[in-house]
């Protein structure tokens, strides 16, 4: 599937956030990955692409600097081991929810998380 015109659109800081509702369902994925990352992209929004079905989709709305809260809360315990891992990465992320990814099954997300949380000064 080629890239529709509207990932070009979407990148620039001038797209409205109603243009981002918009096409928030569009049919290809990487317009969703354009619109979580583009940093107008209000928590409704955010919201919705914590549970598209591409796991970069909910990997960007994960890293983005505005998600809610509970929309990380959310991400914490999702599916992929992916988007579990980034979110052990990020060093924005609410200690509480670091502490909460140092006790994941999976060794590489609980080693990363414990020790993002270690490089913030936290401990497990």
Do not use: F, W
């Not at 060093?91 to 006790?103: A, E, G, N, R």
Request: net charge negative.
């Amino acid at each position: 599937m080629p890239i529709p015109d509207h990932y070009y659109k979407i990148g620039h800081h001038t797209t409205s956030t109603e243009e981002l509702r918009n096409l928030v369902a569009h049919a290809h994925h990487l317009i969703r990955l354009k619109i979580a990352e583009h940093p107008s992209s209000p928590d409704d929004v955010l919201k919705k692409l914590a549970t598209d079905e591409h796991p970069e989709v909910r990997i960007a709305v994960a890293e983005h600097p505005t998600t809610p809260a509970n929309v990380l809360e959310q991400l914490v315990l999702d599916a992929s081991v992916d988007v579990r891992y980034a979110l052990a990465e990020n060093h924005s992320l609410p200690v509480v929810l670091l502490q909460k990814l140092c006790d994941d099954e999976n060794a590489y997300v609980s080693y990363r998380a414990c020790k993002t949380l270690g490089n913030l000064g936290g401990s497990k």
